[in-house]
């Protein structure tokens, strides 16, 4: 089964993964807000945890989302295609979107997936929970190993971030920077590629071509 809707996901087009990536993002707001309406004894509990903190936001928050980015880049600059492959997915999504349209959904999926994932779940049922949930939940990685054990990964390193800090925010701005840096990585490489700017293959790609030349001998 999440073979058939992870295939059903790589044939949508651009139009159609924005359509349901906005229903998505709506989905978990909704279920965030219903969800601490009930869980949290009263408004004040909930705006406990977002707290604007300077320090914890702004460095602790885009430390740990520059940290994830640059280990995303290096291991796809390292590693084998097919462990970070998505089917395209990200590249449909975002290659053709404006950078301020990139960065308006980086905000929406942070917002809604950090209230509904860290502030909700995590606060009433733990890191653990809310990470595999987290994880779970991009169904298209489901079968790729790699990816889902990266997503899980990440999650937990958001709960953690949280965990120590208690402020949503931090997640926020983590969630939206790690979204945002990643996204515009994919329409900048796009752009280079109309324009006929080469892309130096990877260290593994040039592996790979060597192995097979090799072989062909």
């Known amino acids: 089964m999440k073979n058939n809707q992870a295939e059903l996901v790589k044939q949508m087009s651009p139009k159609e993964l924005l359509f349901h990536l906005y229903l998505s993002q709506l989905v978990f707001l909704v279920l965030g807000i219903i969800a601490a309406f009930f869980l949290f004894d009263d408004y004040r509990a ?66 809604s997936e950090e209230l509904l994932f860290r502030g909700v779940i995590q606060t009433h049922a733990g890191i653990w929970i809310a990470s595999v949930l987290f994880a779970i939940l991009h169904i298209r990685y489901l079968n790729k190993w790699f990816l889902f054990l990266s997503v899980l990964v990440v999650s937990f390193l958001l709960g953690v971030i949280y965990e120590w800090t208690n402020n949503l925010l931090v997640t926020i701005w983590a ?43």
């Open 46 to 111: 909930f705006i406990g945890i977002l707290q604007w903190h300077v320090w914890d936001i702004f460095v602790l928050g885009t430390a740990l989302a520059f940290t994830v980015v640059l280990l995303d880049i290096m291991v796809m600059k390292f590693a084998s295609k097919e462990l970070f492959d998505d089917g395209g997915i990200n590249e449909k999504m975002f290659q053709t979107r404006t950078i301020p349209h990139i960065l308006w959904l980086a905000f929406i999926i942070s917002v």
């Open 175 to 217: 969630h939206f920077l790690i979204d945002a840096l990643l996204a515009v990585k994919i329409r900048i490489d796009y752009l280079r590629k109309q324009n006929g700017i080469y892309n130096r293959p990877s260290i593994q790609e040039e592996r790979d071509e060597n192995r097979s030349g090799q072989n062909e001998q």
